[in-house]
């Protein structure tokens, strides 16, 4: 009998105009190669977020894996980042 | 002098030796006397030349080692009698043949008519009939250029004619066997035929239905020796495929098994030709409707998988998901469901610690939920939190609840902007709840908004 714990990264989504992407990580547990759990944490990636200047500073991938990085990397084009820049400073002054 | 008398020694009477009356042409005929006696009951007998001698009396064929007939032999009602035999040279028999071809023989018990020699035995005849000892039933009749025919005490069973043969009764054998397309067939009509066709064996009934009746089981065997159809007496039916079952009756249905994936397989329509021919499976009672209580149907028309209650579909899942009610709508279809947790980070802040963040999203909505800590913060910067576990839609503000531990009686709420993966806290008058205000304290917060 032998348990194991495995991490798959099993969704990684593109959505919306500013190409946020979701990122699915499932914790796999199994008993003898047969799985017993599949629990999911999510967490969302943005191009970057604003300084006390309003630059947009790029979000840090280094602790990302490699898959999601790479898709990262390939979607966050200049023109993202500054629609993505442009839309978080009308944030600031629309907030309620 | 004709005659030579011989006076006997006493009695006074005389003895003769007369020549015939007359001879032929004045011929001479000199006849010889043997020079001794012969044995008892010998005759005298001539060699054609004059010269007598003694010799076995014609009569006595009981000692005569080689008789023969001159003639043919006229038995003037008498019989020939030959005693119980065999074929061998001691024993009594009757030969034909220069080398003993045909022997008739009776051993004491049988009979025989032996042809052990060259050639066959052949019995020609108008007709050849074999009869009881009485002569009065016949066993075989051999017809020429008609039947041949077999009885049973005296009773015709077998009989050929120009197409065949017809047994009356029963037919017993070891086997029958019958080549390429001959048919056994049975019925007035021949109903029924079984044949092998020079590939393919065929039972085929063209009359009525077919049984197969068994005692017990009844088993379906292919490809030599492997289970095919297993029917078993009280008991199941058993479907196999290469050998493995697939599909068993039961006492209370039946049963499909495999080792490994396993499949059942409703194909209605296969030619794909958009008719409306749904594979259906039923769930029905007997009522007196006669309609399907339940059912499960695949829609090719509308591509929806549904289930039925009393006749109206209740749900059916298409491309776009859950569908109700049959709603063929896209956006009322529910597509989604996932729970798990995530990780709020403060944004351009410092750390916090996460207690405890879960999600649940159903559809396009999504609950979150969050308890968490904010570390010693002096910073004017919003108390925003970001990494939401989906994107919000472009649909506006979503509001939400919260609660924090400092900011006291001023009550505080969540807003996830659209198109972001933030989470907000607003002070109720819609002023911002900065960082500094939180540090090192809790705070609370939920909210329900929708994804893209």
């Known amino acids: 009998m032998a348990l194991t714990e495995s991490i798959e990264y099993d969704k990684i989504e593109v959505v919306g105009q500013y190409k946020h992407v979701q990122v699915r990580k499932a914790t796999v547990i199994k008993k003898d190669n047969k799985e017993l759990t599949r629990s999911f944490e999510r967490y969302t990636l943005n191009s970057g977020m604003l300084d006390a200047s309003d630059k947009l500073v790029d979000t840090d991938l280094s602790g990302e894996p490699a898959e999601v990085s790479a898709v990262c990397n390939a979607v966050w084009t200049t023109d993202v980042k500054a629609a993505w820049k442009a839309k978080l400073i009308a944030d600031k002054s629309s907030t309620p | ?452």
């Open chain 2, 1 to 452: 002098m004709s005659q030579i008398k011989l006076t006997a020694d006493s009695g006074g009477g005389t003895t003769s030796i007369k020549a015939p009356s007359s001879t032929t042409s004045n011929a001479d005929v000199v006849l010889k006397l043997p020079v001794a006696d012969g044995s008892a009951n010998q005759v005298l007998k001539t060699d054609g030349s004059g010269q007598l001698s003694f010799g076995s009396d014609i009569s006595d064929l009981v000692n005569d080692t080689s008789p023969q007939l001159g003639g043919d032999l006229d038995l003037n009602g008498s019989i020939i009698g030959v005693g119980d035999g065999g074929p061998n040279a001691n024993q009594e028999h009757i030969r034909f043949g220069n080398d003993g071809d045909l022997r008739i023989y009776h051993d004491g018990s049988d009979s025989y008519i032996n042809d052990t020699g060259t050639g066959h035995l052949n019995i020609t005849s108008s007709q050849v009939n074999i009869l009881n000892p009485a002569a009065n039933e016949a066993i075989a009749k051999f017809i020429p250029d008609g039947a041949v025919e077999l009885y049973h005490d005296n009773t015709k069973k077998f009989e050929t004619y120009a197409n065949g043969c017809t047994v009356t009764g029963n037919l017993n054998a070891s086997n029958v066997d019958l080549g390429d397309s001959a048919k056994a067939r049975f019925g007035g009509s021949n109903d029924l035929e079984i044949y092998h066709d020079g590939t393919n064996n065929v039972i085929l009934g063209s009359t009525g239905d077919l049984y197969q009746k068994s005692a017990d089981d009844m088993y379906f065997r292919v490809a030599g020796d492997e289970s095919g159809i297993n029917i078993i007496g009280d008991g199941a039916v058993e479907l196999y495929y290469d050998n493995s079952k697939k599909l068993a009756t039961t006492s209370s249905g039946v049963q499909i098994s495999h080792t490994g994936d396993c499949q059942l397989q409703l194909l209605a329509d296969s030619d794909n030709n958009g008719s409306n021919q749904w594979p259906h499976i039923q769930f029905r009672v007997d009522n007196t409707s006669g309609q399907a209580e339940a059912q499960i149907a695949y829609r090719q028309d509308n591509s929806v998988l549904k289930i039925d209650i009393a006749g109206t579909e209740k749900v059916g899942v298409n491309a776009n998901g859950l569908v109700f009610n049959g709603d063929t709508a896209a956006a009322n279809a529910l597509d989604d469901y996932e729970e798990g947790t995530w990780t709020p980070a403060l944004y351009n802040g410092t750390g916090i610690t996460v207690h405890s963040a879960s999600y649940t999203k159903v559809g396009n909505l999504c609950n979150v939920s969050a308890y968490v800590t904010i570390s010693s913060n002096s910073s004017s910067g919003m108390v925003k939190f970001n990494s939401l576990p989906f994107t919000a839609a472009n649909v506006g503000y979503s509001i939400g609840s919260a609660y924090t531990q400092s900011t006291g009686g001023t009550h505080v709420f969540s807003q996830i902007d659209s198109n972001s993966t933030n989470i907000i806290i607003y002070k109720t008058n819609g002023g911002t709840v900065y960082q500094s205000e939180l540090s090192g304290d809790y705070a609370l917060f939920s909210g329900t908004y929708r994804t893209t």
